[in-house]
């Protein structure tokens, strides 16, 4: 392994050989992965003949340290489908370097998936949505990549996929409508959204004025992950479908500031996952290995 960090962390044959292992461990052999945002990793109880392999048995895995983020892969069977899901992730603020944020995308595509699900717990910054809406996402915004610290970054090898590959058209636009139609069917009309997420480094939560210019670049919502995942997974020629939770409306105005916490994040999860759950199990059914 090189640590190097102007390479790019685990060399092509690194990751190869981490996910070999990896499948050692479970009779399963996915074609999805799932990302599960925090508070949000109750659907890998839903998963049937469930393998668990937890993160420190993977000697190259970082260890996940926010609450609400188990540490482990969960393999097994979802609306008749092979998935694997990552029952907690990593993030930058944890003081883990981009690349190995999003090293376990690369990991599951070695395991052989060809569909990417992410979902994350975000603040809302358009002022038309509330607490507990589920936001489909459009796009992003890569505020750490824009700013100089793209996941990419370093000696590119073309097994992953291209020096300077496209961005548009991440979010593959098959899913978000087969997910739309299937938010309709569950009734879910009212608090299904689409926007744009914007990724800020965190763990600091937005100020005022932080939320205004974002949502001034036009920002939907706001968290501190999925798009380097994202990014990644189109890199190496993933279809990507992401989502999140809205957990709580970020403040515009001085007059009537809502101070995020954490515990409030993992609160909200609690009490709207289940819905997220079943749009995201019903939409798996849908897919085509
Ligand atoms: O993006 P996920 O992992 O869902 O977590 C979100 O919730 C945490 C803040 O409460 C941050 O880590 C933010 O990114
Ligand atoms: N305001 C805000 N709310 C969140 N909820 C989950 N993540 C975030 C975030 O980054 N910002």
């Known amino acids: 392994m090189t640590t190097d960090q102007s390479e790019v962390g685990y060399t092509f044959d690194d990751i190869n ?11 399963h052999r996915p074609t999805i992965g799932i990302i599960c945002g925090s508070g949000l990793g109750g659907l890998a109880d839903k998963v049937d003949q469930p393998d668990v392999v937890h993160y420190h048995e993977i000697k190259e895995f970082p260890v996940a ?4 983020h188990e540490g482990k892969l969960v393999f097994g069977k979802l609306e008749g489908k092979t998935v694997v899901l990552m029952r907690g992730r990593f993030h930058y603020y944890e003081g883990y370097p981009m690349w190995k944020v999003a090293m376990p995308v690369r990991v599951m595509k070695a395991m052989g998936i060809s569909t990417l699900i992410v979902t994350n717990a975000a603040g809302g ?3 038309e949505f509330n607490t507990g809406d589920l936001m489909i996402l459009r796009d992003h915004i890569d505020l750490p990549g824009l700013t100089g610290e793209c996941v990419l970054i370093g ?15 991440t979010y593959d636009d098959q899913l978000i409508k087969q997910a739309k139609a299937i938010a309709q069917e569950l009734g879910y009309g009212p608090v299904l959204r689409e926007g744009v997420y914007i990724m800020i480094g965190g763990p600091t939560f937005e100020t005022v004025a932080e939320s205004r210019l974002l949502r001034n670049w036009g920002a939907d919502a706001v968290g501190m992950s999925t798009v380097p995942e994202a990014v ?17 409306m970020c403040s515009l105005s001085y007059d ?20 997220l759950q079943k749009l995201v199990s019903c939409l798996i059914g849908k897919i085509q290995d």
């Open 155 to 169: 000696r590119n090898d073309e097994r992953f996929g291209p020096r300077f590959p496209a961005t548009v058209g």
């Open 232 to 248: 990644v997974a189109k890199h190496c020629g993933l279809k990507v479908f992401g989502i999140s939770l809205i957990t709580d």
């Open 256 to 275: 009537a500031v809502n101070a995020t916490t954490h515990e409030e994040v993992l609160k909200i999860g609690q009490k709207r996952a289940g819905d």
């Open 125 to 127: 910054l358009n002022p």
């Open 65 to 68: 340290t926010v609450q609400g």
């Open 17 to 27: 050989s981490i996910a070999k292992d990896v499948l050692q461990k479970t009779q």
